[in-house]
């Protein structure tokens, strides 16, 4: 499998690296310009730095696309490969809109010998796949309360800037449908529960931002020396509470902020059952915590010998060897890549689809609607 990736930013080197921990080749790599598809490919050693996105289709070699750049050119790049008979798999959100990202899901639906996936990395945490694993077993019983945040503190100044702030870029909403969202899929994901209906209480924290006269990379640092800024004026959330209702009948609640002091990337759950609870945090993710009413509560540490069997694969250092952010792209790739392999098509698909990614869509237009109505929204 040989493959190329769009996007040189933050995310695109994190598939480079991780693809090559798989020994996946990366034939080439394409950036918004000429000059940074040349840096890119020197930095990550790789061999063709693309001029444009026609050149990385047309090439024979490439057999999947990784999509990494800014969400507006998700849903164009996404159908353009799925078009020219490539693989593809690409950040989140899927597309700017549901119109947009339904359109993917039929245009996979007809590709039947091509996989399209959505990097809900999250998913891939050794510790999330143990507690799915026991929620489907069964043996919690029936989950009565799903809650939990996902907070950060990248944007808490003024100052603090990335094209993600602005809605022409990311979409009208912005901490919720850059983080919360993978929130949103993990809890969803590992219950087997859909979310029914949303109430949304969401707030803009910086209605104008500073921006500098050069671009910034995300998670860049503080601007405050970087010499002459411009106003901005921001349409999207900072952060925001959302109420959910479960398919069957669970409450819920998330908390997002992308302006909480001292969180740099910290998702947390909780999730109630009638025989016990489990929760879990990104900061601390090779500990499962496991509540009990009558017994002493527990603390799992990540070790594939006392994982569930169908969980311990996706650890893949031994018990005391942590495993974090970085392995969570590996072992994402790594389903997306064996089920190409294995050439199942027909097959559910063990990592996060295009209807995955549509659905995540349909969840942020929900909670745009009910944050401008004051009201509860319900999913189609």
Known sequence: MKVAITGTGFMGTVHAEALKRLHIEVVGIHGSSAEKSNTAANQLGIAKAYSDYEALLQDPEVQAVHITTPNRHHFPMAMAALQEGKHVLCEKPLAMTSRESSLLVEAAAAKQALAAGVNYNVRFYPLCLEARERFRAGSLGPIHSITGSYVQDWL??????????????????????????????????????????????????????????????????????????????????????????????????????????????????????????????????????????????????????????????SAAYPGGHAEGFPDTFKMCFRAFYDYIAAGRFSDPPPFPTFADGHREIQLCDAILQSNREERWVSLP
């Open 156 to 313: 808490l100044h003024e100052t603090d800037y990335n094209w993600r702030v602005l809605a022409d870029e990311g979409g009208q909403l912005r901490a919720i449908a850059d983080i919360g969202t993978h929130w949103l899929d993990l809890v969803q994901s590992m219950t087997n529960l859909k979310v029914t209906e949303i109430f949304a209480d969401l707030k803009t924290v910086h209605p104008i931002r500073r921006r500098p006269a050069g671009e910034v990379q995300t998670f860049s640092g503080p601007l405050e020396d970087q010499g002459e800024t411009l106003p901005v004026d921001i349409e999207t959330e900072d952060l925001g509470n959302v109420l959910l209702r479960f398919e069957n009948g669970a409450k819920g609640n998330l908390f997002v902020s992308q302006a909480t002091a001292g969180r740099k990337n910290c998702l947390r759950y909780e999730i109630a059952a009638r025989k016990g609870s489990i929760g879990w945090d990104s900061e601390n993710p090779n500990q499962l915590w496991l509540g009990h009413r009558d017994l002493p509560n527990q603390t799992l540490i990540k070790d594939p010998a006392l994982m569930c069997p169908s969980a311990a694969p």
